[in-house]
């Protein structure tokens, strides 16, 4: 049935995919024809169904159209994922077995021409009597193959673009890019290309890609966008852009529950800013970053820990070892602590977990630590780029950010592999320091851009009673060498002599 094909382009249906609406600023523009394409295993299947499915949801009648699948086929996949197939119609376009019966081969006319024709008349009828709101067309490969030249296949596509637009019709057409120079062909007729990529990982889960190749009259968000494909369907998660979202508000100190490390600090840690807690393994770094999530969550606000090397249990028996209490907030939800397994984690699953933290109203939020970081995704590029936007969206929420960094060697020398001290706008460093045959441990503020703060270096311990930040260390000089020299010493020396 002829119906007037939709003339505005703000007017939006959803994916019903978590993520990808933001990505298409929207949804898809009503009546349009659209190209979902990607290898094989990427997903497009599961992405279409979810299409039909939030169709059907929403009242609309919806058609899968299969060249290659068949029925059961698809409905076990919809089945894995617990869609609900009610209102999805299935139409089955697939050759018949009599195909493989020799005296059936057709000799006149070539298999293409014959073929081609039967395909178009069992699609178009479906759809006429029918009349969907949305079509899936699976896939393209096949009327490609069948078309035998590119000329014929173009009129083809552009044929079945004027027949969709007729209907007031949209239409997502898979391609699986199994056949030889047809992406190009359809990519320049559809209104919008969405592209599927899998890249593969040397070690752990493969990383998979969504990019947004072709959106007529929509600005759209651009570039690469990770993208997972779980039970219950596929979620996309997008790029995080900070200018989306940028504020000016007035920022209040967060306190640390610790008078001494206060005054050091100049009053506190001000809200919306990152800082940089580095030093050798072992000096308290982690500790001293839920110093602040104890001190946050006492007050009734919350806070998240991101963990990449150490276990929940680890924690929580850590901290009732020094003194610090974690495991009261977590229970009451004001503390949520997510292990990540470095395995299975893409850059943008870990940005959209941290910005959903923010997002729930987390005023605190811990990483540990950015090595965990680097290495859990060693083949993705840009990962600091990546961080200089979570940091940049968190600061606009007004959340604390505090990130663990771990440095080389019992000295903590500054070569590390991992530097994002640039970044932050706050570094504290811990030192290790021998003195009267014993190691000890220094505490310092090398760089701080919310307030004036304490130059000095002050002696830093944990114990069971908790972590204690003392005394200005003024009788020394040398600790950051790693072996000081007592200045007092130096100067009984002098007058004995």
Do not use: W
């Not at 979810?50 to 698809?74: C, D, K, M």
């Not at 008349?121 to 030249?149: F, H, N, T, W």
């Amino acid at each position: 049935m002829l119906q007037p094909q939709n003339q505005q382009t703000d007017v939006f249906i959803s994916t019903g995919i978590a993520g990808l609406d933001a990505i298409l600023a929207g949804g898809l523009t009503k009546d349009r024809l659209y190209l979902l394409e990607g290898d094989p295993g990427t997903g497009k299947t599961t992405m279409a169904l979810q299409f039909l499915v939030e169709g059907a949801r929403r009242g609309e009648r919806v058609l899968y159209i299969t060249l290659a699948e068949n029925e059961v086929e698809l409905r076990a996949v919809a089945q894995s994922h617990g869609f609900s197939m009610a209102g999805i119609v299935v139409h089955e376009v697939i050759p018949a077995e009599s195909v493989l019966d020799p005296d059936e081969q057709y000799t006149v006319f070539h298999p293409s021409e014959v073929e081609l024709g039967e395909t178009n008349q069992m699609i178009l009828s479906k759809i006429d009597a029918l009349s969907p709101s949305r079509v899936v067309l699976d896939s393209l490969s096949e009327l490609q193959l069948l078309a035998g030249s590119p000329l014929r296949y173009r009129r083809h596509v552009l044929a079945l673009k004027q027949y969709f637009a007729k209907r007031a019709c949209t239409a997502l057409l898979l391609d699986d890019k199994t056949a030889i120079g047809g992406d190009q062909q359809v990519r320049s007729i559809a209104h919008g290309v969405i592209s599927l990529q899998q890249l593969e990982s040397g070690y752990g889960a493969e990383r998979r890609i969504v990019r947004v190749l072709k959106y007529r009259g929509i600005d759209y968000r651009r570039g690469p966008h990770d993208y997972v494909i779980v039970s219950g369907g596929i979620v996309a998660y997008p790029r995080i852009v900070p200018a989306e979202s940028r504020e000016i508000t007035s920022r209040q100190q967060v306190g640390s529950g610790l008078p001494a490390l206060d005054v050091l600090l100049g009053g506190g840690i001000e809200e919306g800013s990152s800082t940089l807690i580095s030093g050798p393994p072992g000096t308290g770094k982690s500790s001293l970053a839920a110093q602040f999530v104890v001190a946050v969550t006492a007050r009734g606000q919350k806070a998240a820990i991101f963990m990449f090397e150490e276990a929940l249990n680890t924690l929580l028996n850590r901290g009732d070892g020094i003194g610090l209490d974690l495991r009261t907030p977590l229970a009451s939800g004001l503390l949520t602590v997510s292990q990540i397994d470095p395995a299975e984690l893409s850059p943008g699953q870990f940005s959209h977990a941290v910005c959903t933290a923010a997002d729930q109203g987390a005023k605190v939020i811990v990483i540990d630590s950015l090595n965990g970081y680097m290495n859990a995704m060693p083949e993705a590029r840009f990962l600091t780029t990546h961080l200089r936007e979570v940091l940049t969206y968190l600061g606009q929420r007004g959340v604390a950010t505090f990130l663990v960094g771990v440095q080389h060697g019992p000295l903590g020398t500054m070569g590390g592999s991992v530097d994002v001290s640039y970044l932050a706008d706050n570094v504290l460093m811990l030192r290790y320091y021998e003195a009267g045959g014993a190691v000890h441990k220094a505490l310092s503020v090398f760089k701080k851009r919310g307030s004036e703060h304490e130059t000095t270096l002050r002696s830093f311990e944990i114990t069971r009673q908790g972590l204690q930040v003392g005394a200005v260390l003024d009788d020394f000089r040398g600790i950051l060498t790693g072996v000081p020299v007592r200045v007092g010493r130096e100067k009984g020396e002098a007058e004995d002599g």
